[in-house]
């Protein structure tokens, strides 16, 4: 069992910047993939951004050029560097793992909630 928490959500300005990050349980970290989702209020969940066990990162078009995702294995932990947000960011932003080439995934956490609003 894998639990995932996410935490350094809150208000901002457009413009400003956040840094969320998601810690996970478990001794296998570093061979997870992990994505970070968002969804707003009345929407599905979209993906954002994620990272492979090797350290690639991929990012929505909405988001690329703005958003940087990384992870500390150490920590068993990844990040999120939000930075240029804009109102359309706003949502509850969750984070994922998942085995490379399995079909196994972690369970959904709490989320941390992004508002971008001035």
């Known amino acids: 069992q894998v639990q995932l928490v996410e935490s350094g959500g809150g208000l901002v300005q457009p413009g400003g910047s956040l840094r969320l990050s998601c810690a996970a349980s478990?001794?296998?970290?570093?061979?997870?993939?992990m994505g970070w989702y968002r969804q707003a209020p009345g929407k599905q969940r979209e993906s954002v951004a994620g990272?492979?066990?090797?350290?690639?990162?991929n990012y929505a078009d909405s988001v690329k050029g703005r958003f940087t995702i990384s992870r500390d294995n150490a920590k068993n932990t990844v990040y999120l560097q939000m930075n240029s947000l804009k109102p359309e960011d706003t949502g509850v932003y969750y984070c994922?793992?998942?085995?490379?080439?399995?079909?196994?995934?972690?369970?959904w956490g709490q989320g941390t909630q992004v508002t971008v609003s001035s």
């Open positions: 994922n793992a998942r085995i490379p080439r399995t079909s196994w995934s972690a369970s």
């Open positions: 478990g001794s296998i970290f570093s061979i997870y993939d």
């Open positions: 990272v492979s066990s090797g350290g690639s990162a």
